[in-house]
């Protein structure tokens, strides 16, 4: 038995903001924004928390399969902007959009958190110990960017998505293989610095502004093209898949240029490469489920396909999952 994904959607706040908006706040200017990120404009919201931007997801995912709320056994929400420390964002979530029969918790795994997500409620499904699961992931980035700090603030977004995944017969169809690796020594080049047990929250770490996002781009730049690339390959290799037989590489969304390096290294042409990083920009946990589900709105996967998931990130975290997809068109 296999764990498929059998429903996708997304959800980005309406508002959209263009680089142009960033002109007036900080040194920086479109140019130079588009060409070293790929990035035009990218949704934020103000107001509500990450459970706001993920709830229509969630309620959309059940809709197309005509399910109810109750008929969830299993919420796992990957995010690195809960809305509260505790309760779990998915208890959160599980109530407001009533799924009184399911259990579930938060998955930390920045960039990469949905493939972490996606892979634990695969194993859940498969082994039976749950029927269906509902993998969320998405990011508030705004509540913690730094507007005033140019390096890190142009680069993400609010948003995020939903996948239900459920047990099929068929073998050939579904999460197919994964690896996913992780390297703590990252932490030095990407992290929040204050509001966790190590740096509580005081007027101090406020004043200091150290309760953002904090990225030593450069470093995390070369991690990120070696470990994306890596993985992807290895995935495609391992399952004796060649260019040809992949229909898409949808892409964690941080950088195009990184996209680019794993998309190369995998030998795949560019109209076979998922990017909306220019309409988005790096919503963190949120990139691949918006991906997925913009792919299957606009009919560009069809059942059966292979396509490679792949992300890099905070931690660090890495990883590629090759999926055969399981939804008609
Ligand atoms: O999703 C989580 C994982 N994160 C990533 O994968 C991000 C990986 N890193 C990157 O994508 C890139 O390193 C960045 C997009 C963050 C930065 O691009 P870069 O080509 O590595 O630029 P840089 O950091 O080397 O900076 C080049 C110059 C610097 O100026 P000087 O020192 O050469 O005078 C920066 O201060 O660009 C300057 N700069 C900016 N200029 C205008 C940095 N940010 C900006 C900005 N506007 N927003």
Redesign the pocket.
């Known amino acids: 038995m296999k764990a498929a994904i059998t429903a996708v959607a997304h959800n980005v706040p309406p508002d959209v903001y263009d680089n142009v908006w960033f002109e007036s706040k900080i040194?920086?200017?479109d140019e130079?924004?588009k060409t070293?990120?790929g990035i035009t404009e990218r949704h934020f919201a103000f107001e509500g928390g990450v459970t706001d931007i993920l709830l229509p997801a969630a309620k959309s995912v059940l809709e197309q399969r005509g399910l109810t709320p109750e008929d969830i056994d299993l919420i796992i929400l990957a995010t690195i902007t809960p809305d509260r420390v505790f309760p779990s964002s998915a208890a959160i979530l599980q109530r407001k959009l009533g799924a009184t029969n399911a259990w579930g918790f938060d998955l930390a795994g920045a960039?990469s958190g949905f493939l972490y997500a996606l892979v634990t409620g695969a194993k859940m499904v498969e082994s039976g110990a749950v029927k269906r699961a509902l993998i969320l992931g998405g990011d508030k980035m705004s509540s913690i960017l730094n507007f005033e700090d140019?390096?890190t603030c142009?680069?993400f977004g609010d948003g995020g998505g939903a996948v239900l995944l459920e047990a099929t017969d068929d073998d050939t169809f579904g999460v197919v293989d994964h690896i996913l690796r992780m390297d703590g020594r990252g932490e030095d080049f990407?992290h929040q610095k204050a509001g966790g047990s190590l740096r509580p929250p005081t007027i101090e770490t406020v004043t200091n502004r150290e309760h953002f996002v904090y990225?030593e781009?450069?470093a995390?730049?070369k991690s990120?093209v070696k470990g994306m690339a890596d993985v992807s390959f290895e995935i495609m290799q391992r399952n004796e898949l060649t260019a040809d037989d992949v229909a898409w590489l949808v892409p964690?969304q941080?950088?195009l240029r990184?996209i680019d390096a794993t998309a190369d290294r995998m030998g795949l042409s560019r109209d076979k490469v998922m990017i909306n990083i220019d309409r988005f920009g790096?919503t963190?946990a949120g990139t691949i489920p918006i991906c997925l589900s913009e792919l299957h709105i606009n009919k560009k996967v069809a059942k059966g396909d292979y396509v490679v998931l792949s992300s890099?990130?905070?931690g660090y975290t890495w990883g590629s999952v090759l999926i055969r997809w399981a939804i008609d068109t």
């Open positions: 040194d920086t200017n130079w924004i070293r990120t960039c140019r390096t142009v680069l990407l990225q781009g450069q995390v730049f990120a964690h941080a950088n990184i790096n963190t890099f990130g905070a």
